[in-house]
Structure formats: C-alpha cells, structure tokens
C-alpha cells in the first residue's frame, strides 16, 4: 500500500475513533467508513486553485492564494453542516452541536496556509480530513455528545500565529512582524476578516476543548 495513502487512512480512522468511538461499534461498520476519493478530490482542487506551471503551489498566509484557499475550504465546512465563521484571530471555525449541553468541544484540524513552493498534503490534510468526518457524520444524521470543532488556523507556517492566539501567548511585538506575503501580522488578520482589536474575546480558558487532534504540519 501506498505509504501517503495508509497515513491518510490511519488519521481519519484515528479521527472518526476520537470523534464517536460508538459509531464503529453500534452501526455496522461498512455504513460508517469515510470516503476517501472524496477526501482526495478536496485536496488535489484546493491545489490547483493555486498551482504553478510546476505543480507546486505557494499559499502563504495573507495571499491571494491564501484567500482563495480558505474561501474554497469555507464552502466545503458548511456543505458538511458545520455552523462556519472567521473568528477575531482570522482562524476559520466550524461547529457541529453535540448532545450533552455545555459539554466542552472536540476540535480537529490543522492549516491551510503553505510554505512557499509547498506540496499538496502539508497541512491541507489535516483539515480536509477532518472536514470529512464531519461530512460522514452530517450524511449518517449523527450527533455526537461532545460538540465538535473544526478548525482552519491561521499563519501556522509563519510562526503558529492562529493556534498561539487561541491560547494567548501572542505578545504584541509581533503583529507588527512582516509576513510572507508582504503584510504585517496585524494586517493580514484584517485581510482575512479577523479583528486583532478584539483577540481576548476568543482566547481559549483551560478546559474549553475537551480534546482533539491536530495533522502534525
């Protein structure tokens, strides 16, 4: 087997296991398997709405290739009923309600953001594979007891600005940092519809998330 395809197995089996373990034990399990040429699909257009002569695909955080990439992604979250915004931080946040009210979340996801000349798996996959558990959960109509999460952080490659700011250990400095793409840290979160006026209305307190899994890159 094809290493890049048993990896990409693993994870969205390890996702779907995190996610609702009772799903590969209450329903049979050729009703819950994901669907992976869907999966693939996503990610080979995601690169070609960017990609060069050469086959790569630069989608810096703040471009234009960027933007064109999350609103692509955004679409994809909402199809998948994800209740979809860009929260202050700029970072994309997808929700699905769980059954046990004010239970804490379950937040999958990685990056959509590349370094320049990048591939086509490094950090897109992390999110289209967890945008297609949610899509499998979405088409079977079933609702998890933890709420779940996906989210599509920001500027990861440029210094994990999108996940650090959830957790508040961006210091101030380094929004006037120049980025890739040209444009301040502090621009670019205006560029893709954040607010860095406001980013302590979405910083995450200790015991907010109740657990998740991140596509390593």
Do not use: C
């Not at 329903?27 to 699909?41: C, E, F, H, T």
């Amino acid at each position: 087997m094809h290493k890049r395809v048993f990896s990409v197995g693993v994870l969205l089996t390890g996702l779907l296991l995190l996610v609702a373990p009772e799903l590969m034990f209450s329903q049979p399990q050729k009703q819950w398997r994901v669907n992976g040429s869907r999966l693939n699909d996503h990610l080979q257009t995601l690169h070609k709405l960017v990609a060069k002569a050469s086959g790569k695909a630069s989608r810096v955080a703040f471009s234009d290739a960027d933007r064109t990439g999350r609103s692509y992604v955004i679409n994809l979250m909402r199809a998948a009923g994800l209740e979809t915004k860009i929260d202050h931080a700029g970072n994309i946040m997808g929700r699905r309600a769980g059954r046990a009210s004010g239970s804490a979340s379950l937040m999958l996801g990685s990056h959509l953001d590349s370094v320049p000349d990048g591939g086509l798996y490094d950090g897109p996959l992390g999110v289209m594979a967890a945008i297609e558990v949610a899509q499998t959960l979405h088409e079977h109509n079933y609702v998890t007891s933890h709420p779940l999460e996906i989210v599509v952080f920001q500027n990861e490659e440029g210094g994990k600005t999108g996940s650090r700011l959830l957790s508040g250990e961006v210091m101030d400095k380094e929004f006037d940092l120049i980025t890739s793409s040209g444009k301040t840290i502090r621009d670019g979160i205006r560029s893709i519809g954040g607010d860095p006026d406001r980013l302590e209305q979405i910083r995450r307190r200790p015991g907010w998330i109740g657990g998740g899994s991140r596509h390593p890159g």
